[in-house]
């Protein structure tokens, strides 16, 4: 079994209640487990028995015309084969339906419903507390809804870093930062395979790309503009370049915009412009903000079944694992989430707190 890292470092046990889970799960195994292996062995055995008889006929009787006390034989091989063949697809099927009921007990027992009923806010909100660098950070609501926006204009700025929106379709984070309240999203766009030929056999490497974006709606007010920072490129058509009188800024972002000269001047102004020279952004690739909110956006390609899997980062979800090393593993997924949160909210504090100022 793999440490518990996770599990013993933010101390989940005090939270959720893990020695019932276990007790609840041995029990089940012990209900389910010698039924199964009894079902599998038989219809195993059934099997190859029909196998034989098939085999008996095919090689006695193929192609060749019965009659007499051979006629006799060749039924009672038929009925046996058809007896074993359909014996060895009940005792299967039994099986099957043997899983089935012990993960549908398992998932719907008070246990679980206790724990499911704690929610994912729970486990985040217990990593912040032990992580002194998230201080002031609370979790709201973890959803995969994706209509629960703060930003109604969430899709018209996804349609501009040029981001199908019909294409996404996972949660997000709500949370609350000093006063205000932000939505990171994290979805899958799409995949990209990749054959290796070689003598013997074709490799497939499967590639899923990812973008996760951090939002904040109301914190750049009295905003009329358009401004687009990019770590790549310009953007094109009705937008300007915005040049600032830093070259160490200039070569490191590109600015376009679409507003005033005075409006771009005072939304990059000297205080936002060094700390985007002394501080690396390694996780943005670019910055939306208009009348509506602020986004700060990036893209990740990573291969399949690396730690960003959907289905687990947002909510509980019950395996045949056990809960611990299955809650370890959601664990080690909501840390590395809160880490981009971080990331994220270090490139849009630098224009919040300047306007904060200038507001006072």
């Given at each position: 079994?793999?440490?518990?890292?996770?599990?013993?470092?933010?101390?989940?046990?005090e939270l959720l209640p893990l020695d019932e889970f276990m007790k609840e799960s041995k029990r089940l195994a012990a209900k389910y487990n010698r039924h199964q292996f009894v079902f599998l062995l038989l219809g195993i055995l059934s099997l190859i028995v029909t196998g034989v008889f098939f085999l008996i006929l095919y090689v006695?009787?193929?192609?060749?015309?019965?009659?007499?006390?051979?006629?006799?034989?060749?039924?009672l091989y038929l009925v046996c084969f058809a007896a074993f063949g359909g014996g060895a697809i009940l005792l299967l099927i039994c099986y099957f339906v043997s899983r089935a009921n012990e993960r549908k007990e398992k998932n719907n027992s008070p246990v679980i419903r206790k724990i499911k009923a704690l929610g994912s806010e729970i486990f985040y909100n217990r990593i912040i507390e032990l992580q002194p660098s998230l201080k002031g950070l609370e979790i709201i609501a973890v959803t995969d809804d994706y209509r629960c926006r703060y930003n109604p204009d969430f899709l018209a700025e996804l349609r501009s870093l040029q981001i199908n929106p019909k294409l996404i379709r996972g949660g997000h984070i709500v949370f609350s930062y000093?006063?205000?309240k932000y939505a990171f999203t994290i979805e899958y766009v799409h995949e990209r395979?990749?054959?290796i030929h070689s003598k013997n056999h074709t490799t497939y490497i499967y590639y899923h790309t990812f973008v996760d974006?951090?939002?904040?709606p109301k914190a750049i007010t009295n905003n009329h503009g358009i401004f687009y920072l990019s770590t790549k490129k310009f953007q094109g058509g009705q937008f300007k370049k915005f040049e600032s009188e830093s070259v160490e800024f200039n070569n490191k972002y590109k600015v376009s915009y679409i507003a005033d000269e005075t409006e771009v001047f005072d939304l990059f102004n000297p205080v936002v412009l060094d700390k985007f020279i002394s501080n690396n952004f390694p996780n943005l690739r670019s910055?939306?903000?208009?009348?509506?909110?602020?986004?700060?956006?990036?893209?990740?390609?990573v291969e399949r079944n690396s730690d960003l899997k959907l289905n687990t980062i947002y909510g509980f979800e019950v395996t045949d694992k056990d809960i611990d090393i299955e809650l370890n593993d959601m664990i080690g997924r909501f840390e590395k989430n809160l880490s981009r949160i971080k990331l994220k909210l270090a490139c849009l504090l630098p224009f919040i707190n300047s306007r904060s100022r200038e507001n006072k």
């Amino acid at each position: 079994m793999e440490k518990l890292e996770y599990i013993e470092k933010y101390k989940i046990n005090e939270l959720l209640p893990l020695d019932e889970f276990m007790k609840e799960s041995k029990r089940l195994a012990a209900k389910y487990n010698r039924h199964q292996f009894v079902f599998l062995l038989l219809g195993i055995l059934s099997l190859i028995v029909t196998g034989v008889f098939f085999l008996i006929l095919y090689v006695k009787y193929g192609g060749k015309s019965v009659s007499g006390g051979d006629t006799k034989n060749a039924l009672l091989y038929l009925v046996c084969f058809a007896a074993f063949g359909g014996g060895a697809i009940l005792l299967l099927i039994c099986y099957f339906v043997s899983r089935a009921n012990e993960r549908k007990e398992k998932n719907n027992s008070p246990v679980i419903r206790k724990i499911k009923a704690l929610g994912s806010e729970i486990f985040y909100n217990r990593i912040i507390e032990l992580q002194p660098s998230l201080k002031g950070l609370e979790i709201i609501a973890v959803t995969d809804d994706y209509r629960c926006r703060y930003n109604p204009d969430f899709l018209a700025e996804l349609r501009s870093l040029q981001i199908n929106p019909k294409l996404i379709r996972g949660g997000h984070i709500v949370f609350s930062y000093k006063g205000l309240k932000y939505a990171f999203t994290i979805e899958y766009v799409h995949e990209r395979v990749v054959t290796i030929h070689s003598k013997n056999h074709t490799t497939y490497i499967y590639y899923h790309t990812f973008v996760d974006a951090l939002m904040q709606p109301k914190a750049i007010t009295n905003n009329h503009g358009i401004f687009y920072l990019s770590t790549k490129k310009f953007q094109g058509g009705q937008f300007k370049k915005f040049e600032s009188e830093s070259v160490e800024f200039n070569n490191k972002y590109k600015v376009s915009y679409i507003a005033d000269e005075t409006e771009v001047f005072d939304l990059f102004n000297p205080v936002v412009l060094d700390k985007f020279i002394s501080n690396n952004f390694p996780n943005l690739r670019s910055m939306f903000i208009n009348n509506s909110g602020i986004l700060v956006y990036n893209s990740a390609e990573v291969e399949r079944n690396s730690d960003l899997k959907l289905n687990t980062i947002y909510g509980f979800e019950v395996t045949d694992k056990d809960i611990d090393i299955e809650l370890n593993d959601m664990i080690g997924r909501f840390e590395k989430n809160l880490s981009r949160i971080k990331l994220k909210l270090a490139c849009l504090l630098p224009f919040i707190n300047s306007r904060s100022r200038e507001n006072k």
